[in-house]
C-alpha cells in the first residue's frame, strides 16, 4: 500500500508512505500518509477504522474522512508525528 493516493469524500489528499502494525495481532492499526504541499515535512496517522476500501487497480485507499478532517487534525497535531 505504500505509495497508494488516498482519496476523502471530496476528493484526493497524498499518498500513503507506511504503516503502523499493532504488535500482537499483527494488524495495520493506522495509515501514515504525506499530505504533499499543506504540511511538507509531517505525516498524518489515519486510523485504520477510517478505511472504506482499497482499491488494487487504481492504487488508491477511500477513507471516510473530507479533507477538511484531515487538515484539522494536522492543525491540531493530534496523530501527528515529524519525520
Known sequence: MSGYHIETSDGEIG???DFMVDE?????RELVIETGHWYSG????IPSSKIKRISYEESKVFVSLTKEDIQRTAENEISVHSR
Open 42 to 45: 509531517k505525516e498524518i496517522l
Open 24 to 28: 500482537k495481532s499483527w494488524a495495520i
Open 15 to 17: 499518498h500513503v508512505t
